[in-house]
Nanobody
Framework: VQLVESGGGLVQPGGSLRLSCAAS????????MGWFRQAPGKERELVAR?????YYADSVKGRFSISRDTAKNTVDLQMNSLKPEDTAVYYC??????????????????WGQGTLVTVSS
């Protein structure tokens, strides 16, 4: 599976961005998909996941929404009410553990190259 993210950029606080992850090589339908982020000097963290159910980190709950389109083989992350602390490189990742929830990056087998989101005025 090859994953390619798009949609990052510079946005003002309170603004919105939509990230998209496109897959090739295999259908994503059997995989749980996660969106991670990594800010400078910080560990990579799971912010949203879609498998048998959706998961959101507390820091993004109510602001971010993850969705998947099995026909297009894509997974999107809609980010609203963005804050400066949301600034990070965002990665999509695929995990074979569709029904079991894992937040550890090592449980995700395939990764995109990342897309930078900068929230600043």
């Amino acid at each position: 599976v090859q994953l390619v993210e798009s949609g990052g950029g510079l946005v003002q606080p309170g603004g919105s961005l939509r990230l998209s992850c496109a897959a090739s090589g295999r259908s994503l339908s059997a995989y749980a998909m996660g969106w991670f982020r990594q800010a400078p000097g910080k560990e990579r963290e799971l912010v949203a996941r879609i498998g048998s159910r959706r998961y959101y980190a507390d820091s993004v709950k109510g602001r971010f929404s993850i969705s998947r389109d099995t026909a297009k083989n894509t997974v999107d992350l809609q980010m609203n009410s963005l804050k400066p602390e949301d600034t990070a490189v965002y990665y999509c990742a695929a995990s074979p553990y569709y029904g079991a929830f894992y937040s550890e990056p090592r449980k995700y087998d395939y990764w995109g190259q990342g897309t930078l989101v900068t929230v600043s005025s």
